[in-house]
């Protein structure tokens, strides 16, 4: 199936950053899924299929017509985001800072560890460490996210990778998942990329701090 996903790309006339962007995943990810080096998601292939109008069985087995047909890429269109030509993102420490409820509270009052000075980016608001590997090989224990903080819940993305804060029998837990619309009324599916984490239905109103993944840094060693 890896090879197909680059033919689709190609047929689109895209490049890695924009289907990468569209499946809401990094271009570095794309590049492994389209090697053989990552699987794609049932989450990637719903938006091939559902968005994109890729036929399944072509999809699956190389069977029949690429395209059900002809794709629209609207969607993809009104969600791009203009670039800056170069910002300062604060990269901020959820345990100094008591979680991400005080930090999108009050971020003008918190202190930042540092600035991350990236070119070309959609406008961020800050940048965390995160912790956990449900997003993995996406992203890993230790990897930093950008993020724009969303104020509406009815501002989500269905389908695009986000970074919140739910409560749990009164304690924060900060994770990074996909949101995906849930069966029941009331609920949000939490995705992950990593196949070991089961996905979790949880209630929309024990959601305390939502934002939308926009980038993410990984750290690498070379000795």
């Not at 080096?37 to 091939?48: F, Y």
């Not at 090989?137 to 986000?162: E, T």
């Amino acid at each position: 199936m890896n090879e197909r996903i680059k033919l689709i790309r190609k047929q689109l006339g895209m490049t890695q950053e924009q289907l990468a962007q569209h499946l809401g995943i990094g271009k570095a990810a794309l590049s492994m899924i389209e090697t053989g080096k990552a699987r794609l998601s049932n989450r990637n292939r719903n938006i091939l299929i559902q968005e994109l109008n890729v036929n399944p069985e072509w999809l699956d087995d190389g069977q029949g017509m690429m395209f059900n047909a002809e794709p629209d890429l609207t969607a993809y269109m009104h969600r791009t985001d203009n670039s800056l030509p170069l910002q300062s993102v604060p990269l901020y420490s959820i345990e100094g800072t008591a979680g991400l409820v005080p930090l999108f509270t009050d971020q003008q009052k918190m202190k930042p560890l540092n600035y991350i000075h990236i070119p070309n980016l959609p406008k961020c608001d800050g940048a965390i460490y995160i912790v956990g590997d449900s997003m993995y090989p996406l992203l890993k224990s230790g990897d930093i996210v950008l993020y724009k903080q969303l104020h509406d819940l009815n501002d989500i993305f269905w389908g695009d990778m986000y970074l919140l804060s739910i409560d749990l029998d009164g304690e924060e837990y900060v994770t990074v998942k996909y949101l995906q619309k849930s069966e029941r009324k009331g609920y949000v599916k939490l995705v992950s990329q990593n196949p070991h984490h089961a996905d979790k239905d949880v209630e929309m109103s024990r959601i305390r701090a939502l934002a939308l993944v926009k980038a993410s840094i990984r750290m690498n060693s070379l000795r």
